[in-house]
């Protein structure tokens, strides 16, 4: 034996203790904005459902701001474990488009958070909105993104909901940065 730890990955019970119930709800029918449903599903690099992962989501409000924390009202934040077909559900507001500290905007976007087991490190991505290509043409952060991966942070109108599929691996993996 060599006395080094073996290595581990995050055990069968990840998920136990960090769903929080009704998280996946983030705001509510007096929320001031635009209502959005984002809906998707966790993949992995075969396109079969992760019936495992966490998500959090956080997230500007309708004019821009993110809100403090404590703040009564809508929180910015949201959090919901996959089924076993690997979808999720989080019901918000569409975010406005958030200041840069030079004085320009970020599109408006939602902050995700993947988060499984077998991942030693969170991932983070981001999802955009179709119609808002002007603002995203100027995204300081989209800017970063190479122009042929820029689609898989794109959610598209799916009836009415938002459908942003996450694919950890392959073909059609999501874009995530490094934070």
Not at 77 to 94: E, H, I, M, N, Q
Not at 142 to 157: G, M, S
Request: glycine share 12%.
């Amino acid at each position: 034996m060599s006395g080094l730890t073996p290595s581990q990955t995050v055990g069968p019970y990840f998920r136990l203790g960090l769903d929080w119930p009704d998280a996946w709800r983030l705001a509510t029918a007096t929320t001031p904005g635009v209502p959005l449903t984002l809906v998707g599903r966790v993949l992995d690099g075969d396109g079969l459902p992760v019936s495992d992962a966490l998500l959090e989501l956080w997230q500007a409000d309708a004019a821009g701001h993110y809100p403090s924390p404590g703040a009564q009202g809508f929180s910015g934040l949201g959090r919901c474990g996959v089924d076993a077909t690997g979808a999720f559900r989080f019901l918000t507001v569409k975010p406005g488009a958030v200041a840069t500290p030079d004085g320009g905007l970020q599109a408006p976007h939602l902050n995700l958070v993947v988060m499984a087991r077998g991942l030693l490190t969170h991932l983070y991505t981001r999802v955009y909105f179709p119609g808002d290509e002007a603002a995203q043409d100027a995204d300081p952060v989209l800017a970063c993104v190479p122009p042929a991966r820029r689609a898989t942070l794109l959610a598209r109108p799916d009836g009415d909901v938002h459908r942003f599929d996450i694919h950890l691996q392959g073909e059609h993996e999501t874009v995530f940065f490094a934070l």
